[in-house]
């Protein structure tokens, strides 16, 4: 395999989108997908209309469909696809890894049958020596696709991979900054999904902006409480990882978690929520994993509890926020 060689497992707007930036400025990516239909569109159009209408793949974008052929030939494997799909694909790809493959992933969320984080996952399917590395913060695809400036952490148990993904990922517009903290970096990818329903819910009841300030604000409160109990950096949550992809999910509509929760707000039920969003809620399946692993670990998450009786228990959302509202009063 030649190095740096890199392929994406993935073809949602996202594992599009970074297929996209990898491959400019001549820069070779494979591109896999598990629906053959999906990547016979992509090679044909030479762009994802579905996801990212519009865009034009660079030329040095290959869509691959042997995902045998996308290992074999890589020595970075970024996967993108959703958190309850990873295991799967690690169990999937096992079979093609080589000794010195790399690992990477662009999926938020924690796996809901063992409340384990993805990396956790990783070293099990895999093996606790190999290099990996989880990409986070405030990206919305299409924006990154266009080449807007962006920035992400880049959090890694190898130091020199972490910078080596960096390198690669490196763009006139797209940034990326690295550290250790792999724990908290998943966290606040996972948690801050769950607050975007929620701040989508607070706004589609027409709540204002100190209602949205006040959410973000305590939000952060909870996504820090949680990490605490696992040991993640504080300093992570004050970082693009934590705050920076909160205030995004939880102030612009092109964030699904939040269109999401404007639609439970508007009266519709779940199930009709999930139908009007057409696309994979990583939030929505996140609030429940969130719900029960804070029972468990004893944190306080008012916000995210709120949000999975809305989704899983068909509270109103205007019966949540009034929960809320009378919680006890004490210190900030």
Same mark, same amino acid.
């Given at each position: 395999? !030649?190095?740096?060689?890199?392929?994406?497992?993935?073809?949602?707007?996202?594992?599009? #989108?970074?297929?996209?930036?990898?491959?400019?400025?001549?820069?070779?990516?494979?591109?896999?997908?598990?629906?053959?239909?999906?990547?016979?569109?992509?090679?044909?159009?030479?762009?994802?209309?579905? =996801?990212? *209408?519009?865009?034009?793949? *660079?030329?040095?974008?290959?869509?691959?469909?042997?995902?045998? =052929?996308?290992?074999?030939?890589?020595?970075?494997?970024?996967?993108?696809?959703?958190?309850?799909?990873?295991?799967?694909?690690?169990? &999937?790809? @096992?079979? =093609?890894?080589?000794?010195?493959?790399?690992?990477?992933?662009?999926?938020?969320?924690?796996?809901?049958?063992?409340?384990?984080?993805?990396?956790?996952?990783?070293?099990?399917?895999?093996?606790?020596?190999?290099?990996?590395?989880?990409? @986070?913060?405030?990206?919305? #695809? !299409?924006?990154?696709?266009?080449?807007?400036?962006?920035?992400?952490?880049?959090?890694?148990?190898?130091?020199?991979?972490?910078?080596?993904?960096?390198?690669?990922?490196?763009?006139?517009?797209?940034?990326?900054? &690295?550290?250790?903290?792999?724990?908290?970096?998943?966290? +606040?990818?996972?948690? !801050?999904?769950?607050?975007?329903?929620?701040?989508?819910?607070?706004?589609?009841?027409?709540?204002?902006?100190?209602?949205?300030?006040?959410?973000?604000? %305590? +939000?952060?409160?909870?996504? @820090?409480?949680? +990490?605490?109990?696992?040991?993640?950096?504080?300093?992570?949550?004050?970082?693009?990882? +934590?705050?920076?992809?909160?205030?995004?999910?939880? &102030?612009?509509?092109?964030?699904?978690?939040?269109?999401?929760?404007? #639609?439970?707000?508007?009266?519709?039920?779940?199930?009709?929520?999930?139908?009007?969003?057409?696309?994979?809620?990583?939030? #929505?399946?996140?609030?429940?994993?969130?719900?029960?692993?804070?029972?468990?670990?004893?944190?306080?998450?008012?916000?995210?509890?709120?949000? =999975?009786?809305?989704?899983?228990?068909?509270?109103?959302?205007?019966?949540?926020?009034?929960?809320?509202?009378? %919680?006890?009063? !004490?210190?900030?």
């Amino acid at each position: 395999m !030649k190095a740096g060689s890199i392929c994406v497992l993935g073809a949602g707007s996202w594992g599009t #989108a970074l297929a996209i930036l990898l491959a400019q400025q001549n820069k070779s990516c494979l591109l896999w997908a598990h629906n053959a239909e999906h990547l016979q569109h992509l090679q044909n159009e030479r762009s994802n209309q579905r =996801y990212l *209408p519009d865009i034009t793949f *660079p030329d040095s974008l290959t869509i691959e469909p042997e995902l045998k =052929y996308c290992i074999e030939n890589s020595e970075i494997i970024l996967i993108a696809v959703p958190s309850h799909a990873f295991r799967q694909t690690l169990q &999937t790809i @096992s079979a =093609y890894i080589q000794p010195n493959q790399k690992i990477a992933w662009a999926s938020k969320g924690l796996e809901a049958e063992s409340h384990k984080l993805l990396s956790h996952i990783l070293v099990e399917e895999l093996s606790d020596n190999t290099a990996f590395a989880v990409v @986070s913060g405030p990206t919305f #695809a !299409k924006e990154v696709a266009k080449g807007l400036p962006t920035a992400i952490t880049i959090a890694s148990n190898d130091d020199n991979f972490s910078q080596q993904l960096a390198d690669r990922l490196h763009t006139d517009t797209f940034r990326a900054y &690295t550290c250790r903290d792999v724990i908290g970096v998943q966290i +606040g990818g996972a948690v !801050k999904n769950v607050l975007a329903i929620a701040a989508g819910i607070a706004d589609g009841l027409g709540f204002g902006a100190n209602t949205r300030s006040a959410l973000i604000t %305590r +939000g952060l409160v909870e996504m @820090s409480r949680l +990490g605490h109990q696992l040991n993640a950096e504080p300093t992570t949550f004050m970082g693009l990882a +934590g705050l920076g992809d909160l205030v995004l999910t939880c &102030t612009d509509d092109q964030s699904r978690n939040r269109r999401f929760g404007k #639609a439970l707000a508007a009266g519709l039920s779940t199930e009709q929520a999930f139908a009007e969003i057409d696309q994979v809620v990583e939030g #929505a399946l996140t609030a429940k994993v969130i719900y029960e692993f804070a029972a468990k670990l004893n944190v306080d998450m008012p916000i995210c509890e709120q949000v =999975y009786h809305i989704i899983y228990d068909g509270l109103p959302a205007k019966q949540a926020v009034t929960d809320l509202l009378l %919680r006890t009063q !004490k210190a900030e």
